[in-house]
């Protein structure tokens, strides 16, 4: 269990630096050289993280706090596609992981699938 969850921080703290270093260079429209690494890294330790979600808990994929994970990496997909819409697509990022990470659980841990809240695969029987 320490080992899954120094995992976590690790990729959390990772995550946050890399986010920290796109945005800034999509906040202040600096050149995509400057900060494309930094997206690079964000999407690969945001793919990690939920790899290790998914593994520790794969009912994580029809809950409303995996969806919205899923819709953040589509939106940060689609710098590649519309690097003009950048600080929106950031902005909205960011919105979107401030609410759902602050939800209360009964938002957080609503399966779509299932119709009601579920916090381990073992909830998701019967």
């Known amino acids: 269990m320490a080992a899954k969850r120094w995992t976590k921080i690790s990729l959390r703290t990772l995550h946050l ?3 920290a270093g796109a945005g800034g260079g999509i906040l202040f429209g600096l050149d995509k050289e400057l900060w494309i690494n930094y997206w690079w890294l964000a ?6 993280m939920m790899l ?11 809950q409303v706090r995996g969806l919205v994970v899923l819709f ?3 939106l940060l997909g689609l710098l590649a596609v519309y690097p003009a ?4 697509i950031l902005l909205a990022v960011i919105v979107l992981s401030g609410v759902i990470s602050h939800a209360p659980g009964k938002l957080r841990y609503y399966s779509v699938y299932h119709g ?11």
């Open 116 to 126: 009601r809240v579920i916090t381990s695969s073992n909830d998701s029987k019967g």
């Open 72 to 74: 953040k990496l589509i």
């Open 52 to 62: 290790v979600d998914i593994v520790s808990n794969p009912v994580w994929i029809v």
């Open 85 to 88: 819409w950048g600080q929106f």
């Open 17 to 19: 630096l890399s986010v």
């Open 43 to 48: 999407l690969i330790s945001g793919g990690l």
